[in-house]
């Protein structure tokens, strides 16, 4: 149940400084402003904005391991200059301060902008992220369609739980998050444009959906999960509605129009406009981004050993496997789509925009114990209208597009390298063993692995949540630092007694668990900076020189993108690098094992996905052996 946040009005206003008129919370429904969700959105603090020196310090910090002496020299000029008495940062700095005096995050909608919606690479691999579940244990279509009915159901029942306002709020080192999200998942749907997309939420409409979407065999239907009384279908009447739709879609000829939603988003925005311009379509198309999510019912994939299984399925999770696999079986711009496979594979992939992966799998977490419990009940037989197939017409021009959109997918689908390695040596039970924080203990092993192969450090972006403030995204932890640095060399370092390597390793772990927690408190200077930039983008001023400095291209050029996203049920989360020569990594630790996912690019001769799996693994037992053979030191 909703946790009340003790703060009122006045509270906010202490911690906001000025009390935030009701209009500026997002649009909802007339139950929803008289609801729980607003007075504990209200009491959320707002971000704040860290102070212009404190930045400008922590940023040279955080260049030193990663940039040349003679570059931080030249930086540490550049922000001299910056920050004068008089100077350009000052009046950077005050319009940031009016701006987060008139929002309700000075941020957000920034930072939704920049790093989404005119992010113009595909979605699919560059932007969402996939999520593998547990191999179900159905192996053909029959059982397919019965798991992916209970699946329904379950999303039903946590939809309830949204739209009744009786999502448990959660917490944060003790502190009450903010809750916007789960309202900005369902229903939803990224938009293509020419130069920026958009993100619409039918959730917010007078009349919202009643419907999802399914795609099977590359054919898309509508399919009504409500009765007239607004009662849900039950899981053995979704099963009917899916095999009727299943059996209208035996054939896999068609065109697959969704495979236009993996391309390069000025591409599929221009395409989009052909598309939409016959009427039939449009309706289809409208249909599907007004849908709860989409459902997508794969085709089988090849048979592989177990090890292999889970890379492939964190793969088809991502893109799809290519236009000869299910690459064509989605609407990529949907915010959920949850995908079912004839092998039990099951897992979703999200369009990001609207949400980080916490609230995606407090939902998937719920859907899956939801599918575990559920029971067959015998659901009074009533004829249920036939799902409505959505049609396309498909130009010359159209189909050319589509030809486009499978090479460039096929591509892409090639160039990607995927690793997932369960770790089962251990998991959070043996840094927590040795008072360590197991998130920061993970990094630590992540910079040893990438220090063993490179013998240097990288720019590395771990994700940290601001969901502590109100309508809070992301803020970057920087996880190379100095002390990181100095573990990383001494580990192997011959001439280095244990002592030594682990007094380095636990400052290491205590400075980066320091940093997260500047991050999550809105302290860190990711953010700020980029806040800074727009600022002087907004006010038509020339870009800042720290902008264009090549330490700040290096300080964001991550070869190591990571994100720690925990969850329930014993998942997979995976995304691709964020840069050609770079690796995306997603942990999601337990309490005696540790899921990761390893992504790299194959054009790049550099980098290998598997390697740097090994290479965690190698390092995080080298550590435990540590731990185990240094005797601990006096409190
Ligand atoms: N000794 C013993 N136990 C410790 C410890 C120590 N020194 N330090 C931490 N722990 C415990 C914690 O109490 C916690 O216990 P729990 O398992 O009972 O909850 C556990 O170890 C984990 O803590 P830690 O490893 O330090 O990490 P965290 O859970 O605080 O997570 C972040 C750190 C950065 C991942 C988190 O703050 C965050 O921001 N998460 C969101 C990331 C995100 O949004 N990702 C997706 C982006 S789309
Ligand atoms: C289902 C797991 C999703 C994890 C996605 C994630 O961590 O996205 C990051 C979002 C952010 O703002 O930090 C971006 N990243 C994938 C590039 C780390």
Redesign the pocket.
Known sequence: MWKFCSRTAGGMAKTCGLVRPCHLVKPVSATRVAGRYLSHQRGLPCLPLPPLQQTCERYITALEPIVEADELMHTKELLEDFTKTGGLGERLQEGLEKRAQRTENWLSEW?VRV?YLEYRMPVVVHSS???VLPRMDFRDKQGQISFAAKLIAGVLDFKTMIDNETLPVEFLGGKPLCMNQYYEVLSSCRIPGVKKDSVVNHAKSSSPPKHISVVHNFQFFQLDVYHHDGTPLTADQLCVQLEKICSASSESDAEPVGILTTQHRDRWGKAYLRLISDKTNRESVVAVQRSIFTLCLDGATSQCSDDVYRSSAAVQMLHGGGSGGNSGNRWFDKTLQFIVGEDGTCGAN?E?APA??PP??ALIDHVVEYTRKSEAIQAVVVPLPEPQKLQFNITAEMKEDIEEAKVSMNMLAQDLDMKVMMFGHFGKNVPKAHRMSPDAFIQMALQLAYYRMYRRCCAT????SLRMYRLG??D?IRSASTASTSFVKAFDDPSKQNPEKMDLLEKAVKAHRSYTNMAISGQAIDRHLLGLKMQALEEKLSVPAIFTDAAYAKALH?QL???Q?PSKTDCV???GP?VSNGY?V?YNPMNDHINFAVSSFNACTETDAGRLAQAVEDALLDMRTLLDQTPRAKL
Do not use: D, N
């Open positions: 930072w790093a992220p996939g999520l999200y990001h980080e992966g995606i799998v972006y771990e994700s940290a995204r992301t970057t991550y993108s990571t994100s996203v989360m995976c995304f964020v995306g997603c």
